[in-house]
């Protein structure tokens, strides 16, 4: 089980390990790490589940499809490092993905 860092807007750190096969979206909330909502349920339909992926684990993943860029051009402080963290799908070449919180998933 590969190990996700995520890092709230304030600092607060928080390392989980993850199971395979699941959303990173999932993994947030399923370990009920604050900054994530996933209000959709990972339907790609609501821009709660926002994060900025690291450089390393954003170059192993397939990139964002045209709707999931859609939506985070309406999400809240978009960079190029922003991803919706429910189309990110666990795999063991994820071990030390860091994920930054954005201050506010609304
Ligand atoms: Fe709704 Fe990701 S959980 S877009």
Known sequence: MPTITFIQYDGRVHSVKAEIGQSVMQVAVDNQIPGVVGDCGGNCSCGTCHGYVDKVSAAKI???????????????????????TCQIIVTDALEGMIIHLPESQY
Do not use: G, I, K, M
């Open 62 to 84: 397939p990139a964002a499809d045209s709707y999931e860029r859609d939506l985070l051009s309406c999400a809240s402080a978009p960079t190029e490092d922003s991803r919706l």
